[in-house]
């Protein structure tokens, strides 16, 4: 799995690729993580774990990034070496709801913010959002606000 | 008739400073940038003119949707952009609002003049750095407990007055007062007020910072005069918004359009221009819980200019307000969506309508989103402090480091031209990753301080670089075509001393 930023006027973007969904986020989050600190601490910080349910792939991409960004604030740590596990509808079975269920199960290595010099990201955005599988494994683009 | 076209997109001049990209397809409305030849220029190099166009889509925008001069490509709804909207029968768009809710400027008058401040620089921008909260995990001047969160949401600066940090007269200085009357902060969701509890009074990073400024130029004597601007005369200028709570407001109320109004959703071009329908229950709530985010970044504004005050009282040994004449001079709002009425062209069943099918034209009840705009009204509104109704309302427009601020007053034709709105920056020329590239923190940070003698303090050398002064447009460029589009005139230029930043 692999990211890039990439240029955006006022914001940054982040171009993620991946073989399986769950790598994906996975590199989204790594994305979001370089957009945010030039460079992070090779140990130190508690990992911590989290999950996320929602009616389609990109709005459960956009709850993820959204809270990644609500755990930094709160627990004043910037989440690195993300791990992701996403669990598609097939793979739960029929539910109760009328709408699918996709789920995140994630944990992130949070590096306390006085030992970074990390700037912030104020939110991901829907903007020019793509979640989509290609040919070769799973392709996203995800710009935030700076 | 003079055009112009960037990627497809055809605009025609209708006078100067004034192009509309004609009514075609599925836009509700025409659409207008307000920009000289070479401002439109770098206005077309990104997407900022389709982003225009998308907007147009939004259920009841009222003619036309506008772009200001220092317009540029955003998400959704372009930075720059004013969008009014039909508060009966169209949408309120928290996109076209933007993440940061009442991200804004205020400006702090002193008594003291540059030669009090020479010499004394590095030692005022340590103090301030030292002082203020800023970057990410910088905390805040306070502690947010549940008391002062909730004041602050409801209350907005007249709580933070109450609680001793400010002065009466910055209640009457402040854009409304510094309260929302129509806020609820019962529709701020607890993930929007833990994020906020840790950033009460902080300047957060990115385009914000805290900048002692020398008022360098007055162009209108008699409005500086009343507004209390002289040269050589400094000032404290402060950019900041509401923080990670009103980040937080603006996505849980996007990901709740995208739920309970997908056919809406789903009819604009844009996921990113979610919109909640006029009169729903939804639309309230946004429209009560933005007001309350608007109440917190007033605070926020209010305890760093509390925290300036103390700073500036130990630096020159002297009572903030009684000797160093501290007060506010205005804030105001440049993301933010109000319920306005103005004057529009309605059609037969007296909704607002294109000027081609119109009957008459009367007032009407608008949400007047302004994303990166900054409101102008002129001399007369009742919405102006009554300090300043006779001149018109004090607008503020930072610029980079390098190239110094202004301060303008709504101008005589902001009304008729742009729903009384104007620009709110210089504009980024060029992005982050680019800026990167091309600039050094430290090197920039020398630059200023050896050739024009600005002091640059800031949590990281990567935001230095990405805020240098070359990353923007030329804010001369934007404030003379507002003044000569009548919409905001000049009244005085500042140019920095100190930059504090995250």
């Not at chain 2, 075509?481 to 920095?496: H, K, M, N, Q, Y």
Request: net charge negative; with cysteine.
């Amino acid at each position: 799995m692999s990211y890039e930023l990439r240029d955006h006027t006022a914001d940054v973007a982040v171009e993620a690729t991946a073989p399986s969904l769950s790598a994906l986020f996975a590199a989204v989050a790594d994305g979001l993580t370089a957009a945010s600190c030039e460079s992070v601490p090779a140990e130190g910080g508690e990992r911590f774990t989290l999950r996320e349910a929602a009616e389609s792939r990109e709005a459960l991409l956009f709850d993820y990034l959204d809270r990644l960004i609500y755990e930094r604030d709160v627990r004043l740590v910037l989440p690195a070496d993300h791990e992701c596990r996403v669990i598609e509808p097939d793979s739960i079975g029929p539910d109760d709801e009328d709408e699918p269920t996709y789920i995140v199960e994630a944990g992130a290595r949070g590096v306390p913010l006085d030992a970074v010099a990390a700037r912030e990201i104020k939110a991901v955005t829907y903007s020019e959002m793509t979640l989509e599988r290609r040919d070769d494994g799973w392709y996203a683009y995800v710009v935030f606000d700076v | 008739m003079t055009t112009r076209e960037f990627d497809g997109i055809r605009l025609e001049k209708l006078r100067e400073h004034v192009w509309e990209i004609p009514r075609e397809g599925d836009m509700n409305v025409p659409a207008r940038v307000l920009a000289s030849e070479a401002l439109l220029e770098e206005i077309g190099e990104d997407d900022t003119l389709r982003q225009l166009k998308n907007a147009t889509h939004l259920p009841g925008m009222v003619e036309p949707a506008l772009c200001m001069p220092d317009g540029h490509q955003g998400y959704g709804f372009p930075v720059g952009g004013v969008g009014a909207i039909d508060a009966r029968t169209g949408c309120i768009s928290p996109g076209a609002i933007g993440y940061d809710i009442n991200c804004g400027v205020r400006m702090v008058r002193t008594s003291l003049t540059y030669d009090d401040v020479r010499g004394r620089e590095a030692e005022l921008v340590d103090a301030l750095f030292e002082a203020i909260p800023s970057g990410l995990g910088g905390g805040g001047v306070i502690d947010g407990d549940s008391d002062a969160i909730e004041g602050a949401l409801s209350r907005g600066v007249e709580w933070a007055v109450s609680e001793g940090y400010g002065i009466e007269s910055d209640l009457a200085h402040c854009e409304d007062e510094g309260r929302r009357p129509d806020a609820k902060p019962e529709y701020v969701s607890q993930k929007a007020t833990d994020r906020g509890r840790n950033q009460m009074g902080s300047l957060g990073s990115g385009n914000h910072f805290l900048e002692v400024q020398r008022v360098t130029d007055v162009f209108r004597e008699e409005v500086a005069e009343a507004y209390g601007l002289s040269e050589g005369q400094i000032v404290v200028l402060i950019h900041c918004g509401s923080r990670g709570l009103g980040h937080q407001t603006c996505n849980d109320y996007l990901r709740r359009i995208e739920r309970e109004h997908a056919d809406l959703l789903e009819s604009l071009p844009d996921k990113e221009l979610a919109a909640a329908p006029a009169g729903s229950e939804l639309a309230e709530e946004y429209y009560g819980a933005m007001g309350a985010c608007i109440n917190f970044a007033w605070v926020n504004r209010q305890l760093i200019t509390h925290r300036t005050r103390e700073v500036f009282g130990d630096v020159f040994d002297a009572d903030p307000i009684d000797d160093l004449g501290m007060e506010l001079l205005y804030d105001v709002a440049h993301n933010i969506g109000k319920k306005e009425t103005h004057e529009v062209p309605v059609g037969p069943d007296g909704r607002p309508t294109v000027a081609e099918d119109a009957v008459d034209r009367a007032d009407r009840e608008l949400y007047v989103h302004r994303k990166g705009a900054t409101r102008a009204f002129p001399a007369g509104r009742e919405e102006v402090p009554e300090a300043y109704r006779s001149v018109g309302q004090p607008v503020i427009i930072p610029g980079s480091m390098g190239a110094g601020s202004y301060v303008l007053r709504g101008g005589a034709e902001s009304m008729s031209v742009s729903f009384g709105s104007t620009a709110h920056g210089a504009g980024r020329l060029m992005s982050r990753t680019q800026a990167k590239q091309e600039f050094w923190g430290g090197d920039v940070q020398d630059d200023l301080e050896r050739e024009q003698a600005i002091y640059v303090k800031a949590q990281s050398g990567a935001t230095v670089a990405e805020e240098a002064p070359g990353v923007y447009k030329d804010v001369d460029e934007v404030v003379r075509v507002s003044d000569e589009l009548g919409i905001g005139d000049t009244v005085a230029r500042t140019f920095p001393v100190c930059n504090i930043k995250g």
